[in-house]
DNA sequence: ATAAATTTTTAGATTAATCTAAAAATTTAT
DNA sequence: ATAAATTTTTAGATTAATCTAAAAATTTAT
């Protein structure tokens, strides 16, 4: 049986797999799961010992299939109670994150399929992100910035770059929430800053800043 | 933050303490546990140093209200999740336990109690154990084994006494699920096995184990 | 009431997960 | 291409949770 904290490891190789594709450094990964590098030394040993990944000396790390798999399970779980804890117990998408992170380690995989089901089979989660299917599949769609969003056309607010609480609770503030729709009035050059109507009537000016951590798709 | 071995302890603790009011023997936490006495000494230790139980050498353990809160909670917990995996999503009352089981474990006040809002305040699980309130306190009512129901008179089942899953599947497949109407029709005084009607047509017998270990009420 | 039986604890080890400090290997810069 | 800088690993410790075997304390039986 796996631990939570393996687990822990294989997410985090993954995530960081994702953005740097080739090998994941130790270094890379005791960054991202806040450890010491020689802690993840001992770790990564442990694990290339029990297959869920590929590890040479000083070269970095690779997920097997096996890990891979696992990693994708974990996220397909962690989004997935996203989903309930927003859809069915009206948390706010700041709120869902750290109950996502410790309901993800619970194994059954009967569990899942049914919550999979209970929830309509949801292809993505309060934060815009995909949920992996039962094989480990993404889905995807053609989303873009709102910051290289045309002027003057209606969009909806799909998905966020940036996951963190200030950025959510500032989102949810403006009312910028996701499946809103919006249409940008006026884009500055001097700043990036653009003026956006929200929904049908509110008006606002939101930095580039947090134009570019929106996805959005045409209406 | 406490560990979930230690609360598994905590839990341990509280059940044998309802039976054997006064202090609980390391031994019998040992076999409870499935693990050695020795270790389960090296846990007291831990457990009483952290205030959550009284420990006196050779002399057992009794829970502190700090521990009793702890174990209550979880009780709490664990019962809520059944009632969720139960009535939302469809397991079975044999299926429930494994999974709450680890859902108990998942620290967070505002979603057991916005589960328990989700759920309608359920004060009984899917086995008829009465789950905690807030405060702890359990819901009781007069239900008495089914081996001692008047005769002709129509009851409900409305929990069990043991909760092994070969009972409970054998329970499934009688139909002798929770909320059904029964009437003992006839008691066989050499082995206590009773003639009974189960809901309105069908007919079995049943032997003084199965009776024994039903709680029923009046209709 | 004391010896025998039983229970409980102590002593000493092990594994998972972590750390700091030092050593070794790799990468970068001149 | 070699020295300096950086990254990674090794060595040696620590804590939680577990174990077996032996010692100590308590309980039971005569």
């Not at 939570?4 to 994702?18: G, H, R």
């Not at 569990?111 to 992996?132: A, E, Q």
């Not at 094989?135 to 995807?140: L, R, V």
């Not at 929200?198 to 939101?206: A, C, D, L, Q």
């Amino acid at each position: 049986m796996i631990s939570q904290t393996e687990e822990n490891y294989l997410k985090a190789i993954f995530k960081l797999s994702e953005k740097t594709d080739g090998s994941v450094s130790t270094n890379a990964i005791a960054n991202e799961m806040k450890t010491a590098a020689a802690s993840v030394t001992d770790m990564v040993k442990r694990l290339a010992k029990n297959k869920f990944i590929n590890y040479q000396r000083y070269k970095g790390v690779t997920l097997s299939e096996k890990g891979d798999a696992i990693a994708r399970k974990l996220i397909r779980k962690h989004r997935l109670w996203e989903v309930f804890l927003y859809d069915k117990l009206n948390f706010t998408w700041d709120e869902v994150h750290d109950m996502a992170e410790q309901l993800e380690h619970i194994q059954s995989d009967e569990l899942v399929n049914r919550m999979d089901k209970y929830l309509n089979f949801p292809k993505f989660d309060p934060h815009g992100d995909p949920i992996p299917d039962k094989d480990g599949k993404f889905a995807s769609r053609k989303q873009i910035p709102m910051s290289e969003y045309p002027l003057g056309q209606v969009g909806i607010i799909v998905g966020v770059r940036e996951h963190s609480k200030p950025f959510l609770q500032y989102l949810e503030q403006l009312n910028l929430v996701l499946g809103t729709k919006f249409c940008v009035l006026e884009s500055f050059e001097y700043d990036g800053s653009l003026k956006i109507k929200i929904g049908n009537t509110k008006v606002e000016t939101i930095t580039q800043k947090v134009a570019n951590n929106l996805f959005v798709i045409e209406e």
